[in-house]
């Protein structure tokens, strides 16, 4: 697609999963690509991926994006020719837990709330205002199937995948009479180790998750986003909601016999 060819990309939580997935289609793309991640080397490991799919440039960094000022600092410090970002890819999110809300661990709240809403809110500020005033960005950020039903001891998860909802769709009405463009992409079940970080690390309990269902594929969902990034600069994609053919919303699976 020549209309990402030269682009500068952002993508957020980019170590594994959707955003390395996301990073790397970007990349095929002749893109610029600039990844964070708290795992730094992850990280140094993607910084020749990335270059040998085709990247037009490589920037890797480690960001806790649940750090207001760690983000201000990071992305106001970035190398001069990085710091015109075309395409911020909000994909840095998490859950903990999975019990009712009144037997929860707090801590699970904090690390949902602090990780999934404010640092998905910290990042787009620090990066929209630059946007508006070159007159040109997207802002692309991943929701879930979460935030449109609510699921038995998922409640906090799928509040902060509603919040983020909420914000993309404001946002998007801020930024009317600009030419910025907002999307929320919003999959369904995607194996990846969301669900082992969900558990904290406990793989058994991860992997009955996905048994007897083809779930979606980190490279679906970058699929998506890369397609909408690359619509023509009048086109607005707003919401992409996506699942695999087993699932039809956030309760109900068709697990095979």
């Not at 201000?72 to 009712?100: C, F, H, M, Y």
């Not at 879930?144 to 902060?160: E, F, I, L, R």
Request: hydrophobic fraction near 40%.
């Amino acid at each position: 697609m020549a209309y990402l060819s030269g682009k500068t990309v952002l993508v957020t939580g980019a170590s594994s999963g959707i955003g390395r997935a996301t990073a790397l289609a970007f990349a095929r793309e002749g893109a610029k690509v600039a990844v964070c991640a708290r795992r730094e080397e992850r990280l140094q490991e993607m910084e020749r991926e990335l270059s040998e799919a085709g990247a037009a440039a490589v920037l890797t960094f480690v960001l806790d994006v649940a750090r207001r000022t760690s983000v201000e600092q990071t992305l106001e410090s970035l190398p001069a020719e990085w710091r015109a970002i075309d395409v911020l890819v909000n994909n840095a999110g998490l859950s903990r837990g999975l019990t009712k809300v009144y037997e929860d661990d707090p801590q699970n709240w904090e690390e949902m709330i602090d990780t999934n809403v404010k640092g998905l809110l910290y990042v787009t500020r620090a990066v929209v205002p630059g946007m508006v005033e070159r007159g040109r960005g997207h802002v692309i950020s991943l929701g879930s199937t979460a935030g449109y039903m609510t699921y038995a001891n998922g409640a906090v998860y799928c509040a902060t995948k509603a919040a983020e909802k909420s914000i993309s769709e404001g946002l998007k009405i801020d930024l009317m009479g600009t030419p910025v463009r907002v999307t929320s992409i919003d999959p369904g079940m995607v194996e990846t180790e969301f669900s082992e970080v969900r558990f904290r690390g406990d793989k058994e309990r991860a992997e009955k998750v996905y048994q007897n269902i083809t779930p979606l594929t980190p490279e679906d969902v970058a699929d998506a986003i890369v397609w909408a990034a690359s619509r023509p600069a009048h086109v607005n994609i707003h919401t992409v909601v996506m699942t695999t053919i087993d699932q039809a919303n956030s309760v109900v699976f068709h697990r095979h016999a």
